[in-house]
């Protein structure tokens, strides 16, 4: 009997993009793309654990001043072949989500795919925290997180509403979320989703 799969991202250690991780779908997430399609990418757009670029280079396609930012140097070299071979314009950086204050930059649309469902819970306050610093008043932050919906244990961890709804209470304006799947490259080829748009307050 085959182990089931396991695709937690590390965060500190280690390279998930070694070899192609099931979530590098090459393309964006359909969600996402219809966010862009919907208008709803504005302004400065930051692709916060944006592997290999496609959501960054989704809102540089669109003319929006495009950040990406991931822990893996690897996965960044690869945005950035990217973005040369589209012509795109889009900066690529590795950093630290938990520490986005360094940055000492705001944007005023945050995309998150597949980002926050990877901490453990102790850690959720200091990532909410860490977006908080660089998002304007007013701005959104758009996250597709794997749902509690979803059935076995393997993967990333499971939000309930409730986990999402405690964890962003100070400082935001939850303005939906809703039932959606993450598309990934092993079977099954799609993970139960939420799709949570929120506004900095």
Partial sequence: MNP??????PFHGGDSYATTPPWDIGRPQTDFAALAEQGELRGRVLDIGCGTGEHALLAARLEHEAVGIDQSAHAIELA???ARERGLTARFLCRD???LADLGETFDTVLDCGLFHTFDPELRAVYVESIASLVRPGGRYFLLGCSDRQPGTWGPYRLSRADIETAFVKGWHIDSIT???IDILI???TLRAWLVAMTRT
């Fill in 97 to 99: 989500a938990l520490a």
């Fill in 179 to 181: 039932e959606t799947a």
């Fill in 187 to 189: 079977d099954p080829d």
């Fill in 80 to 82: 950035q072949q990217k």
């Fill in 4 to 9: 089931e799969p396991e695709f937690r991202r």
